[in-house]
């Protein structure tokens, strides 16, 4: 009725394995924040964040979650939206290589397409989680 074409057992299951892949990524990714809290709360300093060492934490601690969320398929919703305004204000600020000094340049385009790659990840489940009841 919509256009697409209906999924079989198989594209579900492909569909199931990439979201726990996003999912999971996402949460452990965020995750390594924690290892090293204090480098963390100083790169969100450099990068002009207000109150880093509230910002930080919690930002790590809602990709955790809402990492998990995909993965889970628990609160799709909240968990891809979650996720998606996250890469979306952090692509863009955290990682723009753009205006980074020579040395910083590569690695932070390297995180800059990485990001932008889950952000597009997260659009296509944020897509099913609205059209799932």
């Known amino acids: 009725m919509n256009g697409d074409p209906p999924e079989s057992d198989a594209d579900d299951s492909l569909s199931r ?4 892949a996003l999912g999971l990524g996402l949460a452990l990714q965020a995750s ?8 963390t709360v100083a790169y ?10 509230i910002a930080a934490p919690m930002a790590s601690g ?5 990492g998990l969320g995909i993965a889970l398929w628990r609160l799709p919703r909240i968990a ?11 692509t863009a600020t955290m990682h723009d290589f753009w205006n980074a000094d020579e040395d910083d340049r590569g690695g932070e385009r390297l ?5 932008l790659a889950m952000l597009g990840g997260v659009f296509v ?7 799932s009841d």
């Open 80 to 90: 891809t939206g979650a996720a998606a305004a996250f890469l979306a204000v952090v």
């Open 32 to 39: 390594e924040d924690f290892r090293d809290m204090e480098d």
């Open 111 to 115: 995180a800059f397409f990485g990001n």
């Open 44 to 53: 969100a300093d450099s990068a002009g964040v207000p109150l880093p060492e």
């Open 62 to 66: 809602t990709m955790v979650i809402a």
């Open 17 to 20: 394995l990439g979201r726990v």
């Open 125 to 131: 489940f944020l897509r099913r989680a609205y059209r």
